[in-house]
């Protein structure tokens, strides 16, 4: 049974650093892995995926990596908003996606 | 969401009665997953669901919780004699591929959630 650790669970940080969340899973049999956002009372919002034939994937200020082999993946944020304040879950793909239980990001201004 | 209509956006009732949720994918796509997530928890996966089909149900509980997903109208999931424990917010999700192709490797579109409070 796929299992889906997120590390940190919560993090906080001076606006402009740069970030890195952590994904570990235990099947490294998938399909895909994507990362989404969530915002207090909200529904998800996928930010990236990476096809399991895939290492990396880039949009904007986000960049995540996938090593199939190790079980792993992470989400950079670079140069860090007060916007970007949120919870970030990572979802491995499989028959269904496979939720972590997210990493509460704060970035104080 | 890219178009995943969920309602209602709130839903309360008191234990014993019976909630059901619904959930309109993209327009045009057949495949639905229903997610529940407990407060201060990850999402769980419930059921997935083409029309007319259960694909899988291995995260659905076996007793009071039901989905469909019906040739026409929306699909919902059906929970009865609710107990305070079921309170959580209830995500369905629609992947972003054309209809009929499969579900995978494709991104997933969430609805904005039904917020179940039972009394």
């Known amino acids: 049974k796929q299992e889906v650790t997120q590390i940190p669970a919560a993090l906080s940080v001076p606006e402009g650093e740069n970030l890195v969340l952590n994904c570990s899973f235990t099947?490294?049999?998938?399909?895909?892995l994507q990362w989404f956002r969530q915002d207090p009372g909200k529904g998800l919002t996928s930010l990236l995926l990476?096809?399991?034939?895939?290492r990396e994937q880039t949009s904007g200020r986000l960049n995540a990596s996938l090593d199939k082999s190790s079980g792993r993946s992470t989400l950079y944020i670079a140069a860090s908003q007060p916007g970007d304040s949120a919870t970030y879950l990572c979802a491995v793909g499989d028959n269904d996606m496979r939720f972590g239980a997210g990493t509460r990001l704060t970035v104080k201004p | 969401n890219a178009g995943v209509m969920q309602n209602p956006r709130h839903l309360v009732r008191r234990r014993g009665q019976e909630a059901r949720l619904r959930c309109s994918p993209v327009?045009?796509?057949?495949?639905v997953y229903w997610y529940r997530q407990l407060p201060e928890e990850g999402l769980k996966f419930m059921v997935y669901l083409q029309k007319e089909n259960i694909i899988d149900e291995s995260g659905m509980p076996k007793e009071r919780f039901s989905a469909e997903f019906p040739k026409e109208g929306p699909s919902i999931l059906r929970i009865q004699q609710v107990v305070r424990g079921d309170s959580a917010a209830y995500f369905c999700a629609s992947p972003s591929n054309p209809p009929g192709q499969g579900p995978t490797n494709e991104k997933l579109f969430f609805g904005s959630g039904t917020q179940l409070s039972v009394l």
């Open positions: 099947d490294s049999a998938i399909y895909n």
């Open positions: 327009k045009g796509h057949s495949h």
């Open positions: 990476i096809q399991s034939s895939q």
